[in-house]
T-cell receptor, first 112, second 114 residues
């Protein structure tokens, strides 16, 4: 089955800096890669996703890149703000439904 | 449009008991997935139901089961509860247009097993 590794487990940045979170996956059949943000005590919410036929996707301050050959995908947050502080999860889906295999999460802390 | 709802929000049970959790998806969503979230194991996929059929299954023992009704509402059941079953159980619904897509999570049911 699919295995997703996520690094780093914690990340502390200064407000206005950029943050990068990296994930690797094992199953070359995976074709959908979402990123979820979970604030303390709240439900995970999708912030951006990318499909295997696209190499990069951007939405305002957030971007995701995918390298299918290396089986890597990364989340980039620019101009970080205190409200970006949360746990971020990457995930991969092998298709044939909506089964998501999640990474272990990254606790992002944006300091003033 | 109302979001995904889960009942109950909190539950306390003792070892050996069984529990049933309920999930109501967003109107029009036909896929419901269940996840277990713990500090140690993170978010782990339990199973997915689509059109009243289990479409995907994770690596959990047979004590964990689920079902989906004709209105897409879903329930999951855990029998013979163990201490390690204490977790936040999240369900997520998806429109399912033929390819994996955004899953909308419910608030979760916090299960504590004593």
């Amino acid at each position: 089955g699919e295995n997703v590794e996520q690094h780093p487990s914690t990340l502390s940045v200064q407000e206005g800096d950029s943050a990068v979170i990296k994930c690797t996956y094992s199953d070359s059949a995976s074709n959908y890669f979402p990123w979820y943000k979970q604030e303390l005590g709240k439900r995970p919410q999708l912030i951006i996703d990318i499909r295997s036929n696209v190499g990069e996707k951007k939405d305002q301050r957030i971007a995701v890149t995918l390298n299918k050959t290396a089986k890597h995908f990364s989340l980039h947050i620019t101009e970080t703000q205190p409200e970006d502080s949360a746990v971020y999860f990457c995930a991969a889906s092998e298709g044939g439904g909506n089964k998501l295999t999640f990474g272990t999460g990254t606790q992002l802390k944006v300091e003033l | 449009k109302a979001g995904v709802t889960q009942t109950p929000r909190y539950l306390i049970k003792t070892r050996g008991q069984q529990v049933t959790l309920s999930c109501s998806p967003i109107s029009g969503h036909r896929s419901v997935s269940w996840y277990q979230q713990t500090p140690g194991q993170g978010l782990q996929f339990l199973f997915e139901y689509f059109s009243e059929t289990q479409r995907n299954k994770g690596n959990f023992p047979g004590r964990f089961s689920g079902r989906q009704f004709s209105n897409s509402r879903s329930e999951m059941n855990v029998s013979t509860l163990e201490l390690g079953d204490s977790a936040l159980y999240l369900c997520a619904s998806s429109l399912d247009s033929g390819a994996p897509g955004e899953q909308f999570f419910g608030p979760g049911t916090r299960l504590t097993v004593l």
